[in-house]
């Protein structure tokens, strides 16, 4: 496989500080001149990159990510709800596969119709194990996807879960309390996934404070 520099500044950047941060920018939250605005704040946070996407997309995502693009010297990388949600104006794409759920349209239908589209448009794919976890309340990706989340008390569910995305080859692993969680991921679940791999762990949903976050 060609390189991937998104990748191998991710994995600097684990390195370095042994974690990293990354902030989602809905394209549904916010107009291009918001967008743009709001990715200059990011980069003066700190943050190592920036994600673009969302369970649903009405607005046209090109001018979002090339205003992105033009604004900052961040990372631009696809969080993408369905293959639709494509831009040649990012850098990557989380090539995600949700392998919490039996829908296969979402373990690989949907990647097989980006598939010819992240080609065409030159992104950098990162093949990532996409896992929802019960976060307290019914979250929008759980109804899109029509799948039940691991319970949050679970970790002997989740943790074989990862790391069967490991051995599939995948190059990362994403914890998904959703958007508009009322908990995030329990700190308790997050170590023991973080145990049973060895690719990078991303966690997201419901992670509102610093202090959630640390």
Not at 102 to 110: A, K, V
Request: one cysteine or more; glycine letters at 8%.
């Amino acid at each position: 496989m060609r390189s991937n520099w998104v990748l191998d500044h991710f994995n600097e950047v684990l390195k370095k500080h042994n974690a990293g941060y990354f902030v989602l920018i809905d394209p549904e939250q916010c107009e291009v001149a918001k967008c743009a605005k709001l990715a200059r704040e990011i980069e003066k946070a700190g943050a190592d990159a920036i994600l673009l996407g969302g369970s649903f997309l009405t607005n046209d995502l090109h001018p979002i990510a090339k205003a992105l693009k033009q604004e900052t010297e961040l990372p631009i990388v696809l969080f993408p709800g369905d293959s639709m949600h494509l831009t040649p104006y990012a850098d990557a794409i989380l090539y995600i596969s949700l392998i919490s759920g039996r829908n296969p349209n979402y373990l690989i239908g949907e990647q097989v119709k980006a598939a010819p589209w992240i080609q065409r448009y030159a992104l950098k794919p990162i093949p990532t194990g996409y896992m929802l976890i019960e976060s307290g309340n019914r979250t929008t990706v759980e109804f899109m996807s029509g799948t039940a989340p691991i319970p949050r008390d679970k970790p002997d569910i989740a943790g074989p879960h990862a790391l069967a995305a490991e051995y599939l080859g995948m190059q990362m692993v994403y914890l998904e309390a959703g958007s508009g969680a009322a908990h995030p991921v329990p700190d308790q679940m997050i170590a023991a996934v973080k145990n049973q791999i060895s690719i990078p762990l991303i966690v997201g949903g419901g992670i509102r404070t610093p202090k959630i976050a640390a």
